[in-house]
T-cell receptor, first 113, second 115 residues
Framework: DVKVTQSSRYLVKRTGEKVFLECVQD?????MFWYRQDPGLGLRLIYF???????EKGDIPEGYSVSREKKERFSLILESASTNQTSMYLC????????????FGDGTRLSIL | AQSVTQLGSHVSVSEGALVLLRCNYS??????LFWYVQYPNQGLQLLLK??????LVKGINGFEAEFKKSETSFHLTKPSAHMRDAAEYFC?????????????FGKGTKLSVKP
């Protein structure tokens, strides 16, 4: 079974802090994704990566950056956290082509005070 | 561009009743379609996927979905609801416009099951 592990289930940070969300997958998947999930809005793609050191912007990249130095790890960075970034963040990975399913971690519920 | 519409943000059924969650998609090419389930405070779990083989797709936990090209639909059904089916369900289509086939999700349908 694919295992996608997000480093924290719950996180509380202050406005202006730099925040790191970590995601690790154990199945050697090429593709990794970061989403945020808000009530009534569903899942929105922030960034994705299709290879080490490669990244592409999703639908809502503003205020975020990402890092993928190793194939198994994909980090989401909030450069200067703001209250409107309070949300549930979900990481996913996928092997190969687009007909393959994405596999999700359990999510990080992030609160910015 | 692809899109997904889930009709009904909340659906309530009685235990033992039929579950029907509706999903319509738009796509200019044959789509790859997915249903995911999310239990409270958890990530998304794949229920089933359609990848242009059989139009009736069987998934986990007794769920199935039928791909109907003429109706651009991929509705999720289960003959008899259990209390443990209470969760949020997301339909998704694989994006053909981007370079890597990202998923485009519907806004979700929250299923409640009454005893």
């Amino acid at each position: 079974d694919v295992k996608v592990t997000q480093s924290s289930r719950y996180l509380v940070k202050r406005t202006g802090e730099k925040v790191f969300l970590e995601c690790v997958q154990d199945m050697d998947h090429e593709n990794m994704f970061w989403y945020r999930q808000d009530p009534g809005l569903g899942l929105r793609l922030i960034y994705f990566s299709y290879d080490v050191k490669m990244k592409e912007k999703g639908d809502i990249p503003e205020g975020y950056s990402v890092s993928r130095e190793k194939k198994e790890r994909f980090s989401l960075i909030l450069e200067s956290a703001s209250t409107n970034q309070t949300s549930m963040y979900l990481c996913a990975s996928r092997r190969g082509q687009r007909y393959q399913p994405q596999h999700f971690g359990d999510g990080t519920r992030l609160s910015i005070l | 561009a692809q899109s997904v519409t889930q009709l009904g943000s909340h659906v309530s059924v009685s235990e033992g009743a039929l579950v029907l969650l509706r999903c319509n998609y738009s796509s200019s090419v044959p789509p790859y379609l997915f249903w995911y389930v999310q239990y409270p405070n958890q990530g998304l779990q794949l229920l089933l996927k359609y990848t242009s083989a059989a139009t009736l797709v069987k998934g986990i936990n007794g769920f199935e979905a039928e791909f109907k090209k003429s109706e651009t639909s991929f509705h999720l059904t289960k003959p008899s609801a259990h209390m443990r089916d209470a969760a949020e369900y997301f339909c998704a289509v694989s994006d053909t416009g981007g370079s890597q086939g990202n998923l485009i999700f519907g806004k979700g349908t929250k299923l409640s099951v009454k005893p």
